[in-house]
């Protein structure tokens, strides 16, 4: 009996998971996340917690609900936490540090992170896949400033490699110990069910289920390593694109979910349409993804990698908040906020519902036979 206790054990926490089963939770979980409260997204967090670091400051919302309270916040707590708690029981966590040249990439890609984000309304998750998924034509816009900012920092990547030595790694793996890790883990498990419990013992049922959700997404992450930075980068990179069939799964998924949501059982025709098509999505798309592909991380895959212990995204989520609260408090003191640009929802501009899902299950369609031909011929990679 326990063989085989311990050889489920390693099924789930021995090897990673397939990548293209993390674009199915991805999906399947967004789409559960609209239902019971709002898509998934990061700045939602990222901005409250930057109100309640700087609010005395005079930056942002000094009076902030607490970051304990904020949906957005607990799930991007719940997604640390979950990676955090995958890390351990897998044995794979540990303290890496790297070179300086890195840890200065991290920190200069969160900046650019948080204005990119500010500027769409939404991170790579919020603007992008949710974005796209709520048939906002700033989701779409988003995707093709990402693609740009893929394609810009893949080229510096390279060239990278080419003119600039590695430089001294200054960490290892601190605290890398694969047999006491999942023992580890077990309490941070215990530790996490608790403060669900808690949660719900003061009547915040919402918060739980969120606090929950996050968790389920840190695990699936850190299992599958989905990686949305990868999905953009790969293509012009190496040529390979398996992130990007995954990412294009949950793209699948989410949209056809989000249409019965929105069409068919609660009638949310405008939720998650930000007023930012064209200027606001497609500027800050190229600029977060720049960001993205020098941190090594997105959205939430800074977050996931912060559960497993990485020097580099930590700089990077510091940087990510940092931006986002001064340069949001900024647009708001300015006006700028406005001109971002106006929402756009797609089944009003193509005439229905059927038209608007066609057209967006084109577009995956498309993108799918692009990157298969470029895994093929390599036409778009650098290496």
Same mark, same amino acid.
């Given at each position: 009996?326990?063989?085989?206790?311990?050889?489920?054990?390693?099924?789930?926490?021995? !090897?990673?998971?397939?990548?293209?089963?993390?674009?199915?939770?991805?999906?399947?979980?967004?789409?559960?996340?609209?239902?019971?409260?709002?898509?998934?997204?990061?700045?939602?967090?990222?901005? @409250?917690?930057?109100?309640?670091?700087?609010?005395?400051?005079? #930056?942002? @919302?000094?009076?902030?609900? +607490?970051?304990?309270?904020? +949906?957005?916040?607990?799930?991007?707590?719940?997604?640390?936490?979950?990676?955090?708690?995958?890390?351990?029981?897998?044995?794979?966590?540990?303290?890496? #540090?790297?070179?300086?040249?890195?840890?200065?990439?991290?920190?200069?890609?969160?900046?650019?992170?948080?204005?990119?984000? %500010?500027?769409?309304?939404?991170?790579?998750?919020?603007?992008?896949? +949710?974005?796209?998924?709520?048939?906002?034509?700033?989701?779409?816009?988003?995707?093709?400033?990402?693609?740009?900012?893929?394609?810009?920092?893949?080229?510096?990547?390279?060239?990278?490699?080419?003119? %600039?030595?590695?430089?001294?790694?200054?960490?290892?793996?601190? $605290?890398?110990?694969? &047999?006491?890790?999942?023992?580890?883990?077990?309490?941070?498990?215990?530790?996490?069910?608790?403060?669900?419990?808690?949660?719900?013992?003061?009547?915040?049922?919402?918060?739980?289920?969120?606090?929950?959700?996050?968790?389920?997404?840190?695990?699936?992450?850190?299992?599958?390593?989905?990686?949305?930075? !990868?999905?953009?980068?790969?293509?012009?990179?190496?040529?390979?694109?398996?992130?990007?069939?995954?990412?294009?799964?949950?793209?699948?998924?989410?949209?056809?979910?989000?249409?019965?949501? &929105?069409?068919?059982?609660?009638? &949310? %025709?405008?939720?998650?349409?930000?007023?930012?098509?064209?200027?606001?999505?497609?500027?800050?798309?190229?600029?977060?993804?720049?960001?993205?592909?020098?941190?090594?991380?997105?959205?939430?895959?800074?977050?996931?990698? %912060?559960?497993?212990?990485?020097? &580099?995204?930590?700089?990077?989520? #510091?940087?990510?908040?940092?931006?986002?609260?001064?340069?949001?408090?900024?647009?708001?003191?300015?006006?700028?906020?406005?001109?971002?640009?106006?929402?756009?929802?797609?089944?009003?501009?193509?005439?229905?519902?059927?038209?608007?899902?066609?057209?967006?299950?084109?577009? $995956?369609?498309?993108?799918?036979?692009?990157? !298969?031909? @470029?895994?093929?011929?390599?036409?778009?990679?650098?290496?």
């Amino acid at each position: 009996m326990l063989a085989r206790l311990r050889q489920d054990y390693q099924t789930v926490f021995g !090897r990673n998971w397939p990548v293209w089963l993390g674009g199915i939770f991805y999906g399947v979980i967004n789409v559960l996340l609209f239902l019971h409260f709002q898509p998934w997204t990061t700045l939602d967090g990222v901005l @409250n917690w930057g109100d309640n670091l700087f609010g005395r400051f005079g #930056i942002g @919302n000094a009076e902030a609900l +607490s970051p304990l309270l904020r +949906s957005g916040s607990i799930i991007n707590m719940g997604l640390i936490a979950g990676a955090f708690l995958a890390a351990l029981l897998s044995g794979q966590f540990g303290i890496r #540090i790297g070179p300086v040249r890195e840890l200065i990439k991290g920190a200069v890609g969160g900046l650019l992170m948080g204005v990119g984000a %500010v500027l769409v309304r939404g991170c790579n998750i919020g603007g992008f896949f +949710s974005g796209t998924s709520a048939f906002g034509l700033h989701g779409v816009s988003m995707a093709v400033g990402l693609g740009i900012g893929a394609f810009l920092g893949a080229r510096y990547l390279v060239w990278e490699l080419d003119h %600039v030595p590695a430089g001294k790694n200054l960490g290892g793996n601190w $605290l890398h110990n694969p &047999k006491v890790q999942p023992y580890v883990g077990g309490v941070v498990f215990l530790g996490l069910i608790a403060a669900a419990l808690y949660y719900l013992n003061l009547g915040y049922a919402n918060r739980a289920v969120i606090l929950l959700f996050g968790i389920l997404l840190g695990v699936v992450s850190q299992r599958t390593r989905l990686c949305f930075v !990868r999905a953009f980068r790969e293509p012009f990179l190496t040529g390979e694109s398996s992130h990007t069939r995954a990412m294009l799964i949950a793209l699948l998924i989410s949209i056809i979910g989000f249409a019965i949501v &929105k069409n068919v059982i609660f009638e &949310k %025709v405008d939720a998650f349409v930000r007023p930012t098509f064209w200027v606001g999505s497609l500027t800050g798309g190229i600029i977060f993804g720049l960001g993205m592909v020098a941190a090594g991380g997105c959205g939430g895959g800074t977050m996931w990698r %912060v559960g497993e212990g990485h020097a &580099k995204l930590f700089l990077a989520l #510091i940087g990510y908040v940092t931006a986002a609260a001064f340069f949001n408090d900024y647009l708001q003191r300015t006006g700028l906020i406005q001109r971002l640009g106006s929402p756009a929802f797609l089944p009003d501009m193509v005439g229905g519902w059927g038209w608007a899902v066609l057209l967006l299950l084109g577009m $995956l369609a498309v993108w799918y036979l692009i990157v !298969r031909w @470029n895994e093929e011929t390599h036409r778009l990679a650098a290496i």
